[in-house]
């Protein structure tokens, strides 16, 4: 399996910027893809928070096995952090993040208005990696479309500062990725959920990594999107089933294609509510 690397100069630029603008952040709100939690936290923003609030937000959790969601909440609540699931596609729980950028930032806000301030600005930063429903959120706390929406990386290009109809003000940052995944497995992962753009990778290498997890995890969901029985699959090594699969759905040979429109319908939740980073210990 090939490897998986990418990280293009504007990545770097906004981390740089992003750390510039520290001084000015009250609250930082990471948001991670439900189906990959571990895979979609960036190292570099984590160094950045510091001793700042951070809000956590496992985005696109309608896509994702709710059972490892509520686990992955479980995990990451530590203390100075919040973490809450979201499906900002549907725009649910836009309420529930305001409020908890509100009680994040509860100290800072506490502190001015003992010093006469009225309902001062609560400044946060929209950091994720690429992909994650970062510019979706935003359009939903602004209440307008001022982010581009895309459903492939690259999208957001620069860093802007934008109102809501609160008191909170949004600092947009295009997703950034770190310049090397020491676990080839995260570039997979973030390669199968659309965080890296397709032209970047092998797509079949990446849809026999996503088969193997679908066998361990979600066997009945895979019987289902194969089109075939539990046994022929446990008879059958990955590339083999690979290749049924591309003829079954009337790609002949064309394992590549196939590849590539599995990843898409993995990505869109039409094969299941998938979730490939497992919380340790899970069985």
């Known amino acids: 399996m090939a490897t998986i690397q990418w990280y293009p100069g504007h990545m770097n630029k906004a981390r740089n910027q992003l750390e510039d603008k520290l001084g000015l952040i009250d609250v930082i709100v990471e948001v991670l893809d439900a189906r990959i ?28 096995d709710p059972v490892m969601t509520k686990l992955w909440q479980k995990k990451l609540q530590q203390p100075g952090k919040f973490v809450m699931a979201m499906d900002s596609l549907h725009n649910t729980n836009m309420q529930a993040l305001i409020h908890l950028i509100k009680k994040a930032a509860s100290a800072k806000t506490k502190k001015l208005e003992e010093k006469g301030a009225s309902n001062p600005t609560i400044r946060i930063a929209l950091a994720g990696i690429p992909n994650c429903g970062k510019s979706t959120i935003i359009n939903r706390l602004v209440g307008r479309n001022v982010a581009e929406v895309g459903n492939k990386p690259g999208v957001t290009k620069g860093q802007t500062w934008l109102k809501t109809k609160t008191n909170i003000q949004i600092l947009d940052t295009p997703g950034i990725l770190w310049p090397k995944f020491e676990d080839q497995e995260v570039g997979y992962k973030l390669a199968a959920f659309g965080a890296i753009k397709d032209s970047i990778f092998h797509a079949d290498d990446v849809a026999l990594f996503v088969l193997k ?21 446990e008879n059958i090594s990955d590339p083999d089933l690979l290749l049924a699969m591309t003829n079954v759905y009337g790609m002949r040979d064309d394992y590549d294609r196939f590849s590539l429109y599995m990843l898409q319908r993995l990505r869109k939740g039409k094969i299941g509510r998938i979730t490939l980073d497992r919380v340790k210990n899970d069985n």
């Not at 895979?39 to 309608?62: F, Q, T, W, Y």
């Open 37 to 64: 939690p571990q895979a979609s936290r960036n190292p570099m923003i984590e160094e950045l928070v510091g001793n700042k609030p951070h809000l956590i937000i496992l985005n696109k959790a309608d896509l994702a």
């Open 213 to 233: 997890n679908l066998r361990k995890y979600y066997m009945n969901d895979l019987v289902k999107f194969a089109r075939t029985s539990k046994e022929n699959i």
